[in-house]
Nanobody
Framework: QVQLVESGGGLVQAGGSLRLSCAAS????????MGWFRQAPGKEREFVAF????????DYTNFVKGRFTISRDNAKNTVYLQMNSLKPEDTAIYYC???????????????WGQGTQVTVSS
């Protein structure tokens, strides 16, 4: 079983930046793709970004393309989400997940972290 611990969230003004980290333990991290998801109050959890096991492939949801960048350091068992040009609508709890797989009906994943709160003020 893998354990995931997110960090780096906080309160930031619109237009600002944050860098989230997700540290993994308990599994061979480099064998697995990773993903970032988020859940805003009153909304369902939604996909944000994906990175393949080697880091060579990435994917983003449309509303963060050009603003967010996912990356990973397999030597440190850590995946990152650099968030620039933040908007109030980016306010949510951000979660990382291991081994995300996309289906027509949605996503399946392995373990989730506990989440980190990101709040963007206008």
């Amino acid at each position: 079983q893998v354990q995931l611990v997110e960090s780096g969230g906080g309160l930031v003004q619109a237009g600002g930046s944050l860098r989230l980290s997700c540290a993994a333990s308990g599994r061979t991290f480099s064998n697995y793709a990773m993903g970032w998801f988020r859940q805003a109050p009153g909304k369902e959890r939604e996909f944000v970004a994906f990175i393949g096991s080697s880091g060579a492939s990435t994917d983003y949801t449309n509303f963060v393309k050009g603003r967010f960048t996912i990356s990973r350091d397999n030597a440190k068992n850590t995946v990152y989400l650099q968030m620039n040009s933040l908007k109030p609508e980016d306010t949510a709890i951000y979660y990382c997940a291991i081994d995300p797989k996309r289906y027509d009906s949605g996503w399946s994943t392995g373990s989730w972290g506990q989440g980190t709160q990101v709040t963007v003020s206008s």
